[in-house]
């Protein structure tokens, strides 16, 4: 205590010496004090204003933080696999290694080593770059394709020196591989999406995603393709990974595509499609009760696997060039004429119109006469009652059933009673698109009344003027779909189900409602009897006789329709067994001659295969039709659209 | 006989507080800008954290040293420790490692010294000394040469060592002079320079000129015109022509192709956001995305993920703003103000004039590394590599400082014991 005093009073001592002296130097200091720590108090202001600028008021900075780490990537769904009706796997997924580049992080890149490693010369990737700064959705920091599906080498080569490759990475995915190379038409492909998907897509898809192009690839697509997820990443400043974002707080996960089962029978369609070989035409068999297509052929046919890799586009550009024109897929878009098996619906209409009854007959003296027209037959007894017309295809039988459905006093016109063929037809799945969940199904054709006053005018024209349509020439255009289903509604006496092709959609049977819907057609059920029995004597010993196998009762008929640009169509639509029947099929054989030499006894060998599960009983049938070349034949471009006439 | 010793009331508690929060909270933002999430040790000796937490204990055993040892020795030896730092300058350009470009390290075992840092508090003590002694006046001009020589040797070196920040920390004297007599418009004149050399490199130099020409007709038309005055702007004029001519072509002709980059992007004539800009940029991203109160320690993604380059040194800044947001920066500012504040008024206090001068050197110091050091992290200053006082990672920089600091702290205490002795 007294220290303190001591030391006050000798300042104080000091102080009063040395006043004037020091106050002045105190003054000066201190001016000069307050001066420099003005100047530390100035900038650490425009310091913290600036802070306040930065990390306050501008958010911007947020966002160049988030753009720094944040990296979006997708997650790929393991697409849906396809199988057949008894779970046998169609389609499955393979692993494709694609090349993606952020061309922000780009940096020191060696690009010679680069090229050697991906396979481009520098021009192309050069080129390549350029490209791909013109997509759409193009930004520096996002992720595009470099390369598409590197081989496994290329992709082994180009891990090992990633690190070099800053601003690169390998995307895995799947594409499709299928087991079979079967059903090609049915199962379709996928391919990338194009900018018009993209941009009708809401930006789900990005540029080199992947989509279902045609057959249940396409219709399926929403079941097939699964959900997309997303996870976020962050990446530090060379770009390699570091960790979730946020712990994947916003990441969703994909969704994986879902199984399908077909309708398809696996044996079916494989010997289908055997029996078709070196043939232009179709097969489509259908199981009547429940409208599932069993088996559908378009011949000839192409092996699903094309369309796989790299070098799809250059397996397409081959398909396409074909003038076989594999890619078309006949059974459900290529109208043909049906020849005499349109017999069998004239038959039901006739009897449905009352002016045909079982026990009609008709002279029959090598064809139909009338009015200096002439429409040629084959010999056989006469004169015969509906049964036996049937049996034995009498043309000029069928040329008076036409004539007095089109011809009926009971409408005062011949359009009415036309249009109500036209309806009768339509009723049986004619003329119009069926709704098959396939993609490219066509209408056919069966000309409106219209379309007849547009040729002859109206009112001038009669049954006699298109009395070729009675034995299922003319312009009529029925697609092999259309005929398959016309027997299933045959075999059904009286209504189909629309024809489909997906059973089951992971545990779902028969997912589409629509497919549960019997369509009654026109024809009361009562006049199918007498023809059906017709149709079983066609087989047993009418034009099909070929077709008979001991023990299954077969309804069929066969049809050879005309076409002026080569040889006939051999076609054959048939069902079994007779009661309770379980397969409905239809077989178009393109310029092969008369129906009974070709289609019926591909149909007779399918339906074997399929009620048996064998065909070897008749293995010289087996052997003709496969061994059976018919393509040698001038291929026209137009052969599956013919239009064909009566005389 | 006056006791030698401080006692510890007489040391002071606020610096020394201060120095010791700044230092710990430099080492967690070390360890914040290098760690990695799969080792986190911070006593790894092999990350910049561990051998930072080493240096610190180092710093911390010499500065118990400094406070241990009879204050006269800084007195005594104060030339010698100037001639040994300059020594040590010059040794490194035969024995100088090559680091980063420039060539003023030496290579000891393990760790690198940077004479560079040392030769600060070397220059403070020679210059201190320099000034307290007998019969020295600031206004002789004899006093002025050789005190601007005590400050331009090593600056020179320093800045043929390629390390121009370095260098320039010693511009940072000026401060120190002008506090012990250097007139204000000597300064005035020296910022009026600098804002000359900035107009300079960014519009040509005829335009510069017309316009100081413009300016003084105006000047002379408006005030009484005298012969003295005329002379006086006329002459003016002709030296600042001069001037900007030469800033040009220095700026075109020495300055290297990087050194020239950086200022024009600073200036903003350039953007260069691949090169000498990326750096400001990612430091720029860095605090502005810290927001108010910073992302939290230890999440800071510009941070953790390395992009803002050198970030443990020159950039430590940039963890402060990014993990503890416009608070933290707050905080920090506040703290560096008061811990200048405490020692301007612990050097206005000394009786010693020694004490003082070297007590100015100090303020200035650390006043100068502030400036340029947080002006370059939010793209107010150019990039020049100095460090964050106590904060940025670096042995030589952490030691040099501790040292710098704690001399004084030893000063002041015994500026007690200098007014028992007039007894």
Same mark, same amino acid.
């Given at each position: 205590?007294?220290?303190?005093?001591?030391?006050?009073?000798?300042?104080?001592?000091?102080?009063?010496?040395?006043?004037?002296?020091?106050?002045?130097? @105190?003054?000066?200091?201190?001016?000069? $004090?307050?001066? &420099? !720590?003005?100047?530390?108090? #100035?900038?650490?202001? %425009?310091?913290?204003?600036?802070?306040?600028?930065?990390?306050?008021?501008?958010?911007?900075?947020?966002?160049?933080?988030?753009?720094?780490?944040?990296?979006?990537?997708?997650?790929?769904?393991?697409?849906?696999?396809?199988?057949?009706?008894?779970?046998?796997?169609?389609?499955?997924?393979?692993?494709?290694?694609?090349?993606?580049?952020?061309?922000?992080?780009?940096?020191?890149?060696?690009?010679?080593?680069?090229?050697?490693?991906?396979?481009?010369?520098?021009?192309?990737?050069?080129?390549?770059?350029?490209?791909?700064?013109?997509?759409?959705?193009?930004?520096?920091?996002?992720?595009?394709?470099?390369?598409?599906?590197?081989? @496994?080498?290329?992709?082994?080569?180009? $891990?090992?020196? &990633? !690190?070099?490759?800053?601003? #690169?990475?390998?995307? %895995?995915?799947?594409?499709?591989?299928?087991?079979?190379?079967?059903?090609?038409?049915?199962?379709?492909?996928?391919?990338?999406?194009?900018?018009?998907?993209?941009?009708?897509?809401?930006?789900?898809?990005?540029?080199?995603?992947?989509?279902?192009?045609?057959?249940?690839?396409?219709?399926?697509?929403?079941?097939?393709?699964?959900?997309?997820?997303?996870?976020?990443?962050?990446?530090?400043?060379?770009?390699?990974?570091?960790?979730?974002?946020?712990?994947?707080?916003?990441?969703?996960?994909?969704?994986?595509?879902?199984?399908?089962?077909?309708?398809?029978?696996?044996?079916?369609?494989?010997?289908?499609?055997?029996?078709?070989?070196?043939?232009?035409?179709?097969?489509?068999?259908?199981?009547?009760?429940?409208?599932?297509?069993?088996?559908?052929?378009?011949?000839?046919?192409?092996?699903?696997?094309?369309?796989?890799?790299?070098?799809?586009?250059?397996?397409?550009?081959?398909?396409?060039?074909?003038?076989?024109?594999?890619?078309?897929?006949?059974?459900?878009?290529?109208?043909?004429?049906?020849?005499?098996?349109?017999?069998?619906?004239?038959?039901?209409?006739?009897?449905?119109?009352?002016?045909?009854?079982?026990?009609?007959?008709?002279?029959?003296?090598?064809?139909?006469?009338?009015?200096?027209?002439?429409?040629?037959?084959?010999?056989?007894?006469?004169?015969?009652?509906?049964?036996?017309?049937?049996?034995?295809?009498?043309?000029?039988?069928?040329?008076?059933?036409?004539?007095?459905?089109?011809?009926?006093?009971?409408?005062?016109?011949?359009?009415?009673?036309?249009?109500?063929?036209?309806?009768?037809?339509?009723?049986?799945?004619?003329?119009?698109?069926?709704?098959?969940?396939?993609?490219?199904?066509?209408?056919?054709?069966?000309?409106?009344?219209?379309?007849?006053?547009?040729?002859?005018?109206?009112?001038?024209?009669?049954?006699?003027?298109?009395?070729?349509?009675?034995?299922?020439?003319?312009?009529?255009?029925?697609?092999?779909?259309?005929?398959?289903?016309?027997?299933?509604?045959?075999?059904?006496?009286?209504?189909?189900?629309?024809?489909?092709?997906?059973?089951?959609?992971?545990?779902?049977?028969?997912?589409?409602?629509?497919?549960?819907?019997?369509?009654?057609?026109?024809?009361?059920?009562?006049?199918?009897?007498?023809?059906?029995?017709?149709?079983?004597?066609?087989?047993?010993?009418?034009?099909?006789?070929?077709?008979?196998?001991?023990?299954?009762?077969?309804?069929?008929?066969?049809?050879?329709?005309?076409?002026?640009?080569?040889?006939?169509?051999?076609?054959?639509?048939?069902?079994?067994?007779?009661?309770?029947?379980?397969?409905?099929?239809?077989?178009?054989?393109?310029?092969?001659?008369?129906?009974?030499?070709?289609?019926?006894?591909?149909?007779?060998?399918?339906?074997?295969?399929?009620?048996?599960?064998?065909?070897?009983?008749?293995?010289?049938?087996?052997?003709?039709?496969?061994?059976?070349?018919?393509?040698?034949?001038?291929?026209?471009?137009?052969?599956?659209?013919?239009?064909?006439?009566?005389? | 006989?006056?006791?030698?010793?401080?006692?510890?009331?007489?040391?002071?508690?606020?610096?020394?507080?201060?120095?010791?929060?700044?230092?710990?909270?430099?080492?967690?933002?070390?360890?914040?800008?290098?760690?990695?999430?799969?080792?986190?040790?911070?006593?790894?000796?092999?990350?910049?954290?561990?051998?930072?937490?080493?240096?610190?204990?180092?710093?911390?055993?010499?500065?118990?040293?400094?406070?241990?040892?009879?204050?006269?020795?800084?007195?005594?030896?104060?030339?010698?420790?100037?001639?040994?730092?300059?020594?040590?300058?010059?040794?490194?350009?035969?024995?100088?490692?090559?680091?980063?470009?420039?060539?003023?390290?030496?290579?000891?075992?393990?760790?690198?010294?940077?004479?560079?840092?040392?030769?600060?508090?070397?220059?403070?003590?020679?210059?201190?000394?320099?000034?307290?002694?007998?019969?020295?006046?600031?206004?002789?001009?004899?006093?002025?040469?050789?005190?601007?020589?005590?400050?331009?040797?090593?600056?020179?070196?320093?800045?043929?060592?390629?390390?121009?920040?370095?260098?320039?920390?010693?511009?940072?004297?000026?401060?120190?002079?002008?506090?012990?007599?250097?007139?204000?418009?000597?300064?005035?004149?020296?910022?009026?320079?600098?804002?000359?050399?900035?107009?300079?490199?960014?519009?040509?130099?005829?335009?510069?000129?017309?316009?100081?020409?413009?300016?003084?007709?105006?000047?002379?038309?408006?005030?009484?015109?005298?012969?003295?005055?005329?002379?006086?702007?006329?002459?003016?004029?002709?030296?600042?022509?001069?001037?900007?001519?030469?800033?040009?072509?220095?700026?075109?002709?020495?300055?290297?192709?990087?050194?020239?980059?950086?200022?024009?992007?600073?200036?903003?004539?350039?953007?260069?956001?691949?090169?000498?800009?990326?750096?400001?940029?990612?430091?720029?991203?860095?605090?502005?995305?810290?927001?108010?109160?910073?992302?939290?320690?230890?999440?800071?993604?510009?941070?953790?993920?390395?992009?803002?380059?050198?970030?443990?040194?020159?950039?430590?800044?940039?963890?402060?703003?990014?993990?503890?947001?416009?608070?933290?920066?707050?905080?920090?500012?506040?703290?560096?103000?008061?811990?200048?504040?405490?020692?301007?008024?612990?050097?206005?206090?000394?009786?010693?004039?020694?004490?003082?001068?070297?007590?100015?050197?100090?303020?200035?110091?650390?006043?100068?590394?502030?400036?340029?050091?947080?002006?370059?992290?939010?793209?107010?200053?150019?990039?020049?590599?100095?460090?964050?006082?106590?904060?940025?990672?670096?042995?030589?920089?952490?030691?040099?400082?501790?040292?710098?600091?704690?001399?004084?702290?030893?000063?002041?205490?015994?500026?007690?014991?200098?007014?028992?002795?007039?007894?």
């Amino acid at each position: 205590m007294f220290l303190v005093l001591a030391f006050n009073y000798q300042i104080l001592i000091i102080s009063t010496l040395h006043l004037p002296c020091i106050l002045f130097a @105190i003054m000066e200091s201190q001016i000069k $004090q307050k001066i &420099l !720590f003005g100047v530390f108090i #100035f900038v650490a202001l %425009v310091y913290v204003i600036r802070l306040l600028t930065l990390q306050i008021f501008d958010d911007s900075y947020v966002r160049y933080a988030q753009n720094n780490v944040l990296q979006e990537q997708t997650i790929y769904p393991a697409r849906g696999l396809l199988m057949d009706r008894n779970s046998e796997l169609l389609v499955y997924n393979d692993n494709i290694y694609d090349l993606f580049v952020i061309p922000e992080q780009v940096k020191k890149l060696d690009t010679v080593s680069f090229c050697q490693v991906i396979g481009i010369t520098k021009e192309e990737f050069i080129a390549r770059f350029e490209k791909i700064k013109r997509q759409k959705g193009y930004a520096i920091y996002r992720a595009s394709v470099f390369e598409k599906q590197l081989t @496994i080498s290329t992709y082994a080569k180009f $891990q090992e020196m &990633l !690190f070099d490759f800053q601003g #690169f990475f390998v995307d %895995v995915r799947t594409d499709r591989k299928y087991k079979y190379s079967n059903a090609a038409h049915i199962m379709g492909y996928i391919g990338e999406v194009t900018e018009k998907t993209i941009e009708a897509s809401n930006g789900y898809y990005r540029m080199g995603d992947f989509i279902g192009v045609s057959g249940v690839e396409k219709t399926y697509e929403k079941e097939l393709g699964g959900i997309k997820g997303v996870r976020y990443v962050l990446v530090d400043s060379k770009s390699r990974t570091q960790g979730r974002y946020k712990a994947g707080e916003f990441d969703t996960a994909a969704i994986a595509g879902k199984k399908i089962n077909l309708t398809l029978d696996l044996k079916l369609q494989e010997l289908g499609e055997e029996l078709m070989q070196n043939k232009i035409g179709s097969v489509v068999a259908i199981e009547p009760s429940t409208g599932e297509i069993l088996s559908m052929v378009s011949s000839p046919a192409y092996d699903p696997n094309l369309f796989v890799g790299r070098d799809r586009g250059n397996h397409y550009m081959e398909l396409l060039r074909d003038p076989s024109k594999p890619l078309f897929n006949r059974p459900i878009a290529a109208p043909y004429p049906p020849g005499s098996i349109f017999k069998i619906i004239m038959s039901l209409i006739g009897q449905h119109e009352e002016v045909l009854f079982p026990n009609t007959e008709y002279y029959c003296g090598g064809g139909f006469n009338s009015g200096g027209l002439h429409v040629g037959c084959h010999a056989h007894g006469s004169p015969l009652p509906l049964q036996g017309a049937i049996a034995v295809s009498c043309n000029a039988y069928f040329c008076h059933v036409y004539r007095t459905v089109v011809n009926n006093p009971k409408y005062p016109k011949v359009e009415d009673a036309y249009n109500k063929l036209y309806d009768h037809l339509a009723s049986f799945g004619m003329g119009r698109k069926l709704g098959v969940d396939l993609y490219g199904e066509g209408t056919g054709f069966v000309p409106k009344a219209t379309y007849y006053d547009k040729i002859y005018g109206r009112n001038h024209w009669q049954a006699l003027t298109t009395i070729s349509l009675g034995i299922g020439q003319g312009e009529l255009g029925i697609t092999p779909l259309q005929m398959a289903n016309a027997t299933a509604l045959v075999a059904n006496r009286g209504y189909y189900i629309t024809p489909h092709i997906v059973r089951r959609i992971e545990s779902r049977k028969n997912p589409n409602p629509e497919y549960n819907i019997k369509h009654w057609c026109s024809v009361d059920t009562s006049y199918f009897p007498v023809v059906i029995n017709g149709m079983e004597d066609v087989v047993n010993h009418g034009t099909a006789y070929v077709a008979r196998i001991p023990g299954i009762a077969i309804c069929g008929k066969t049809g050879t329709a005309q076409n002026p640009h080569g040889k006939d169509h051999s076609i054959f639509f048939a069902f079994a067994p007779k009661d309770n029947p379980k397969i409905a099929i239809a077989v178009v054989v393109e310029n092969a001659g008369f129906g009974a030499t070709w289609a019926a006894p591909i149909a007779s060998l399918m339906i074997e295969q399929y009620l048996t599960k064998k065909h070897d009983t008749r293995p010289a049938l087996v052997e003709r039709m496969v061994k059976g070349n018919l393509t040698h034949k001038p291929i026209l471009n137009d052969s599956t659209a013919t239009k064909t006439s009566a005389h | 006989m006056t006791q030698q010793q401080p006692k510890p009331a007489h040391i002071d508690w606020i610096s020394l507080t201060l120095y010791v929060v700044f230092v710990l909270s430099g080492l967690l933002c070390i360890y914040a800008s290098v760690f990695k999430e799969t080792n986190p040790n911070i006593y790894d000796m092999d990350m910049n954290y561990g051998k930072q937490l080493l240096w610190i204990v180092i710093s911390l055993f010499i500065a118990l040293l400094i406070l241990l040892v009879d204050e006269k020795l800084f007195y005594a030896f104060a030339y010698g420790f100037y001639g040994i730092t300059i020594i040590l300058l010059i040794a490194t350009f035969a024995i100088g490692a090559e680091i980063k470009g420039s060539s003023s390290w030496i290579r000891i075992g393990g760790f690198q010294i940077q004479p560079a840092e040392f030769a600060k508090f070397g220059t403070a003590l020679a210059l201190a000394k320099f000034l307290s002694g007998y019969n020295i006046n600031f206004k002789d001009i004899k006093v002025k040469l050789i005190s601007f020589a005590i400050i331009g040797l090593p600056m020179i070196i320093i800045l043929l060592q390629n390390e121009t920040g370095s260098a320039l920390v010693f511009a940072s004297f000026s401060l120190v002079l002008y506090r012990e007599g250097l007139p204000g418009w000597l300064l005035l004149g020296g910022v009026a320079l600098a804002i000359l050399a900035i107009l300079a490199l960014l519009f040509p130099p005829l335009n510069i000129i017309i316009f100081l020409g413009i300016l003084a007709v105006i000047v002379l038309v408006f005030v009484r015109r005298t012969m003295l005055l005329i002379f006086l702007t006329i002459g003016i004029v002709a030296i600042s022509s001069i001037y900007v001519s030469t800033v040009n072509y220095a700026f075109e002709n020495i300055l290297q192709a990087h050194q020239r980059t950086r200022i024009n992007v600073l200036l903003g004539k350039e953007v260069d956001l691949k090169g000498a800009g990326y750096n400001v940029q990612q430091s720029l991203i860095a605090i502005g995305s810290g927001g108010a109160f910073g992302k939290g320690y230890l999440e800071g993604t510009q941070n953790k993920f390395r992009f803002v380059p050198e970030q443990s040194t020159d950039f430590i800044f940039c963890t402060i703003g990014e993990e503890f947001g416009f608070l933290g920066s707050l905080i920090f500012v506040i703290l560096y103000m008061l811990l200048l504040y405490r020692l301007l008024v612990m050097a206005e206090r000394q009786r010693s004039k020694f004490n003082r001068v070297y007590g100015y050197s100090l303020i200035a110091i650390l006043f100068f590394h502030f400036l340029i050091n947080i002006g370059m992290t939010l793209g107010l200053m150019p990039v020049i590599g100095i460090p964050l006082p106590f904060f940025s990672y670096g042995g030589s920089a952490l030691l040099s400082f501790t040292i710098l600091l704690f001399i004084f702290i030893r000063l002041d205490a015994n500026r007690v014991n200098e007014l028992k002795s007039f007894e």
